[in-house]
């Protein structure tokens, strides 16, 4: 019996090693930027230029927002950014000072009004 005993203990051991080890391995050291793009209507502005740059490093990253306006960058280090959106027969939207943490994604809505090539900032 104490041989049963014994391995149980180990068993046991082990078991909260590895499951200590997992948790180590699946945390993350990056976050994202989310968000939707829409017009003044509320209706999503599809095939939008989103451009998020790095204010530390420069490092710029260019994607489009799908059908429902909805764009995602994920696996960015935790800093601060900007997000520019542009989309042709709108004005262009800067958002400048975008905290992206560790483990979270950074929610980023723009509203793009109707017009030229001029930007707004918010």
Do not use: H
């Amino acid at each position: 019996m104490p041989e049963v005993r014994k391995s149980a203990i180990w068993l046991a051991a082990i078991s909260l090693l590895m499951f200590g080890l997992s948790t180590c391995w699946s945390q993350t050291s990056t976050g994202g930027i989310t968000g939707q793009v829409e017009d003044a209507q509320n209706a999503a502005v599809p095939a939008a230029t989103v451009v998020i740059r790095s204010l530390q490093t420069n490092t710029v990253t260019k994607l489009l927002s799908n059908q429902e306006g909805i764009y995602s960058l994920t696996s960015l280090s935790a800093g601060t950014y900007s997000v520019t959106v542009d989309k042709s027969g709108f004005k262009q939207v800067v958002v400048n000072s975008v905290q992206v943490n560790i483990a979270s994604m950074t929610k980023v809505d723009v509203v793009l009004p109707i017009g030229g090539s001029r930007k707004q900032y918010r």
